[in-house]
Nanobody, 118 residues
Framework: QVQLVESGGGLVQTGGSLRLSCAAS????????RGWFRQAPGKEREFVAS????????YYADSVQGRATISRDNAKNTVYLEMNSLKPEDTAVYYC???????????WGQGTQVTVSS
């Protein structure tokens, strides 16, 4: 069983930066690609970024391209999301997820709130 725990959220001002962390437990977790998603109030959950199991390949949503960097440390079973030049529209609950054997995002964290004040 894989468990994901996010941390690093909080209140930041427009233009600020933050770094989210997602620590995973489970002996197979380093085998899978991981991703970050977010859900703003009244909106559907949306993709933010993903990273391959080796870390060599990353993808970003257009809305964060150039402002976000996803990385991973497999020795620590941890994935990070750094975001810069934050905007009020980045306000959301951010979720970490991991692919599983089915090739879909099977495992999800509980989420961490990010609020960007204008």
């Amino acid at each position: 069983q894989v468990q994901l725990v996010e941390s690093g959220g909080g209140l930041v001002q427009t233009g600020g930066s933050l770094r989210l962390s997602c620590a995973a437990s489970g002996r197979t977790v380093s085998r899978y690609a991981r991703g970050w998603f977010r859900q703003a109030p009244g909106k559907e959950r949306e993709f933010v970024a993903s990273i391959s199991r080796s870390g060599a390949t990353t993808y970003y949503a257009d809305s964060v391209q150039g402002r976000a960097t996803i990385s991973r440390d497999n020795a620590k079973n941890t994935v990070y999301l750094e975001m810069n030049s934050l905007k009020p529209e980045d306000t959301a609950v951010y979720y970490c997820a991991s692919l599983g054997g089915t090739g879909t995002y099977e495992y999800w964290g509980q989420g961490t709130q990010v609020t960007v004040s204008s």
